[in-house]
């Protein structure tokens, strides 16, 4: 098993559908991350949580909503996207959040793309 | 604001050795970090500097100053496989990381 896993890998969807993205980590951090990354920009961070609590939500449209149901697994649920979402999204995790040195581990991505 | 500056492309021989730099301006400072990227993969982590001087890992290496806000990656004896986007994050006061939009690095035999 890879340490952080995502699924699916590619997704097209139109903008009235509502699909969600899957995260899922075998590391046994506390930490997750939902990173949002367009071409040749940085890495936007769109939603942490530690130990299954929301803890930063960086002004992300409400049309995206996080779940996080024990501290392995990690949902982005998507609803009324926009063509400017089109991006690729990473799912991340790390031992704890707010200690420094614990480098983020990151899943492969999923490469979203809005009709 | 925070920011943080590397150069968006660079192109390197097989076998040379290639320095990237990147600098950054951030509400305080709990470490910076340098990932690669391969087209279409995950980031994965290479390296982590919190203290002024450099850090060697195999063909790779990083240096930080912290008065300067200053750190490069040296990658020596560059392989085809180098050929990837490098990324450099710094951690801030709130321990969030802060990414560059990364250094496009291409190798040329």
């Known amino acids: 098993e890879t340490g952080v896993t995502q699924t699916p890998r590619h997704l097209v969807m139109g903008m009235t559908n509502k699909k969600s993205l899957k995260c899922e980590q075998h590391?046994?951090?506390?930490?997750m991350y939902w990173y949002k990354q367009s071409a040749k920009k940085p890495l936007e961070l769109m939603f942490v949580?530690?130990?299954?609590?929301?803890?930063e939500n960086n002004s992300v449209p409400s049309r995206f909503s996080p779940e996080c149901p024990n501290s392995s697994h990690l949902f982005l649920h998507l609803h009324t996207l926009q063509p400017e979402d089109s991006a690729l999204y990473l799912c991340?995790?790390?031992?704890?959040?707010?200690?420094?040195?614990?480098?983020?581990?990151f899943g492969d991505g999923t490469r979203l793309s809005i009709l | 604001g925070q920011n943080i500056d590397q150069p968006t492309e660079m192109t390197a021989t097989e076998g040379a050795i290639v320095q990237i730099n990147c600098t950054y301006q951030t509400s305080g400072f709990n470490g910076l970090f340098w990932y690669q990227q391969h087209a279409g993969e995950a980031p994965t982590f290479l390296s982590y500097n919190v203290l002024d001087g450099l850090e060697e890992k195999g063909r790779f290496s990083s240096f930080l100053s912290r008065s300067k806000g200053y750190s490069y990656l040296l990658l020596k004896e560059l392989q085809m496989k180098d050929s990837a986007s490098y990324l450099c994050a710094v951690m801030d006061s709130n321990y969030q990381l802060i990414w560059g939009a990364g250094t496009k690095l291409i190798i040329k035999p």
């Open positions: 991340a995790s790390s031992q704890d959040r707010g200690t420094g040195g614990q480098p983020q581990h």
């Open positions: 590391l046994g951090h506390n930490a």
């Open positions: 949580y530690s130990l299954e609590e929301r803890v």
